[in-house]
């Protein structure tokens, strides 16, 4: 039940997700392929193993979304914003998806509710404690308010925010989505799901479509200062992320897009850092790639910065079967890091 994605561009146009190519999946083979993500073997596979994956069985419409109504049971306890509990509930909700196969680029790639749920990044509800985070320093919305998501990945959990009845808008650059989510965007329960595709923000095109008025900014997993900004050099230009514009002019366009007394929360999980005399691991190094500093000069009030949220993380992971056989050593192998700021309220 997995599917390999064509190799990124390296070159200086790479995209800014940095071509991790980690499996898609629910259950044990989600949890297979979110433990390649972390052990960063999602830029060493094969055509060997492609093939294997392709010849695997798809999912039956129903029966990703039934197992993930169990997950969000699982998780409910772990949750602790009402509201949250209430988004993690839309799980069960979801539509269900027929196989298909699409063309991306050259090759033949097989969707089924799986992968078209999970991605390659495994459950939606791994959203459930970034959400959560936001709901604790005010994000408690009413039908209508706005959510942005930088490097979205996949759709499950944009539709589990439209059927919460928000407006939802997210971007990536990864070139099978608009291919995959053809026609995607649109209403969705009672909100809506916009799905943009490029370099945001140095594309104006993009920026003009995004438009503002959000009550969160989000990102999970692609704004680390790994991806950003990397301490030594990485071991492929496919493992850096290229914004396209300055730190300054990226936290502009953020603070532009919020309301008053919007958040922008970055939450990253991340495997062990490499010791000193090993290759540098871009995706390890998961705090945020802005300063303090940088923050506060673009307008931002800064509520927490750079948190360890190691136990929650591996209590979520656990919760989601992560260290299921064949899986994480969660102590070891999970560690995580958040920021929030908040684009200060007007002054009458």
Request: net charge neutral; charged share 25%.
């Amino acid at each position: 039940m997995g599917v390999t994605r064509k190799p990124m561009r390296e070159s200086a146009e790479a995209d800014w997700r940095g071509g991790c190519d980690a499996g898609r999946g629910i259950g044990a083979v989600g949890r297979r392929f979110f433990w390649l993500l972390f052990l960063g073997l999602c830029f060493a596979r094969g055509p060997a193993e492609a093939r294997a994956q392709e010849t695997e069985t798809a999912a039956a419409p129903g029966s990703v979304i039934a197992e993930l109504a169990k997950e969000a049971a699982k998780v409910q306890p772990f949750l602790q914003g009402k509201w949250t509990k209430q988004w993690a509930e839309q799980a069960g909700k979801l539509e269900p998806v027929r196989p298909r196969r699409i063309m991306s680029g050259q090759r033949e790639v097989l969707v089924d509710e799986s992968f078209f749920y999970a991605g390659r990044y495994g459950s939606p509800l791994t959203y459930g404690r970034v959400l959560d985070l936001a709901e604790k320093h005010g994000f408690s919305p009413s039908a209508g308010a706005r959510v942005f998501d930088f490097g979205y990945g996949s759709i499950g959990h944009l539709r589990m925010l439209a059927q919460s009845g928000l407006q939802v808008t997210g971007v990536d650059v990864d070139e099978l989505l608009p291919v995959m989510y053809e026609k995607c965007s649109g209403p969705c329960g009672s909100g809506s799901v916009l799905l943009l595709n490029g370099r945001f923000p140095a594309e104006e095109e993009l920026v003009q479509k995004a438009g503002t008025g959000y009550d969160l900014f989000l990102s999970k997993n692609t704004l680390k200062r790994g991806y950003i900004h990397p301490a030594r050099e990485p071991a492929s230009p496919r493992h850096v992320i290229r914004l396209g514009v300055s730190d300054e002019k990226y936290l502009q366009q953020v603070f532009d897009m919020l309301k008053p007394g919007g958040l922008f929360c970055i939450y990253n999980f991340c495997p062990a850092k490499a010791a000193d005399d090993k290759p540098y691991i871009t995706w390890a190094d998961g705090e945020s790639p802005f300063s303090k500093e940088q923050f506060e000069a673009a307008g931002f009030e800064v509520l927490e910065f750079d948190v360890v949220d190691d136990q929650p993380a591996r209590e979520l992971g656990h919760l989601l079967g992560w260290d299921a056989e064949g899986g994480m050593q969660l102590q070891t192998d999970l560690f995580a890091w958040y920021s929030i700021a908040r684009k200060r309220p007007s002054v009458p």
